[in-house]
């Protein structure tokens, strides 16, 4: 019997769902999630008629809650910012220091047109939360992005239970199943270790907020000099206040521009895949090249190809952590956003009789 679903499985591996797609006119209700519920879909983004704000729009809106500051979750232009207040540094440093902020703590709920609204823990970034959004009759949570192992620097997921919960699904398919970090961690530093031998530099490449802090608050010192992109050595900064761990980053690192053209002992250099310029390959000289992704467990993709070795680590939920975190919620309504959302939609209808479908959003842009 042909099985449909490892089928479904190659097809969506090829063919990963578009999370993008032009909308209508502003302010207009795309598809209401159930007939007058508290959440609602419009061409801004997810909206809470009841409170009159939306949570990680993509257009500009008067009241945003936003989840984390990743760039498709948080964008520029709303009249005020509502987050975890742990968000502060980031927010202000990537949307301008005189942005309207009100940063509220884990668990602690506040009324917004009588709609109450709490953060807890998503466990993807330093300072990344999901939103809990409950009246009296319904209870929403919206994830934004999530993981639920634990990477040592953000506070670690929370279940938390209600009716309706919108989840990510950037790796939403069972290929994607992660090896403990601190061996993948153990790995890069021995490759790094192997570089120097071979009187090599090695390239890192990874996202400069979230990822970065990974790789930062995991490098083994004593095998050489670091140096790490500016862009990341703005987020370190623009997170200290909240995070305050960070500054041992600032002491075993240094800037990219601080590489000296006599250095003869090999070293790593850190940068996020847009600050990869040909000046900086040029600093490097004899090289090799690693990216830190989850992308890295499906190694066939071309835009991967380009480095000499990919280690698997990524700031979402794999396979099971998803199955896992959307069970454990109790939802009986689950609406599936970023990546493999069809399949993961169905596999969640078929498997666990949910009632799941897809939610198409505008996430997933950004980093
Ligand atoms: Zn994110
Ligand atoms: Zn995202």
């Known amino acids: 019997m042909v099985n449909d679903w490892s089928f479904r499985f190659l097809n969506y591996v090829i063919y990963p769902s578009s999370s993008f797609s032009k909308r209508g006119d502003a302010g207009e209700v795309i598809k209401p999630m159930t007939p007058g519920s508290l959440i609602t879909y419009t061409n801004k983004g997810l909206y809470c008629k009841e409170g009159d704000f939306y949570i990680d729009p993509w257009k500009k809106v008067d009241k945003a809650v936003i989840t984390h500051a990743h760039a498709d979750h948080a964008r520029w232009g709303m009249k005020s910012y509502l987050a975890y207040k742990g968000n502060e540094g980031i927010l202000k440093h990537r949307l301008g220091k005189d942005i309207?902020?009100?940063?509220?703590?884990?668990?602690?709920?506040?009324?917004?047109?009588?709609?109450?609204?709490?953060?807890?823990?998503?466990?993807?970034?330093?300072?990344?939360?999901?939103?809990?959004?409950?009246?009296?009759?319904?209870?929403?949570?919206?994830s934004g992005d999530y993981k639920l192992n634990q990477d040592g620097i953000s506070h670690p997921f929370e279940p938390v239970t209600c009716d309706h919960f919108i989840t990510e699904s950037t790796f939403g398919l069972p290929v994607f199943q992660w090896e403990e970090s601190n061996e993948v961690f153990r790995k890069l530093n021995s490759y790094w270790k192997e570089c120097v031998s071979a009187g090599e530099n090695l390239l890192v490449s990874a996202y400069?907020?979230?990822?970065?802090?990974?790789?930062?608050?995991?490098?083994?010192?004593?095998?050489?000099?670091?140096?790490?992109?500016s862009a990341i050595h703005q987020s370190n900064l623009a997170l200290l206040d909240q995070f305050p761990s960070f500054k041992s980053f600032t002491h075993n690192t240094r800037l990219v521009k601080e590489i000296s053209k006599d250095k003869n002992k090999p070293f790593l250099v850190l940068s996020p895949p847009a600050g990869i310029s040909d000046a900086?390959?040029?600093?490097?000289?004899?090289?090799?090249?690693?990216?830190?992704?989850?992308?890295?467990?499906?190694?066939?993709?071309?835009?991967?190809?380009?480095?000499?070795?990919?280690?698997?680590?990524?700031?979402?939920?794999?396979?099971?952590?998803?199955?896992?975190?959307?069970?454990?919620?109790?939802?009986e309504n689950i609406y599936v956003t970023h990546g493999y959302s069809d399949s993961f939609s169905r596999y969640l209808s078929e498997k666990h009789g949910l009632n799941a479908q897809v939610l198409k959003t505008q996430f997933g842009e950004g980093e």
């Open 208 to 229: 400069s907020l979230g990822k970065s802090q990974r790789v930062l608050a995991n490098l083994d010192y004593s095998i050489g000099d670091v140096f790490i992109h």
């Open 280 to 331: 900086l390959i040029k600093k490097l000289g004899k090289h090799r090249s690693v990216s830190c992704s989850g992308w890295m467990a499906i190694r066939g993709t071309k835009r991967w190809n380009n480095y000499d070795k990919g280690f698997v680590i990524s700031d979402h939920a794999d396979w099971n952590e998803l199955n896992t975190a959307c069970l454990a919620t109790k939802a």
């Open 100 to 142: 309207g902020f009100r940063g509220e703590d884990f668990n602690t709920p506040v009324s917004i047109n009588g709609v109450e609204v709490t953060f807890f823990p998503a466990g993807h970034i330093p300072g990344s939360a999901q939103v809990r959004i409950r009246n009296k009759k319904e209870c929403w949570v919206v």
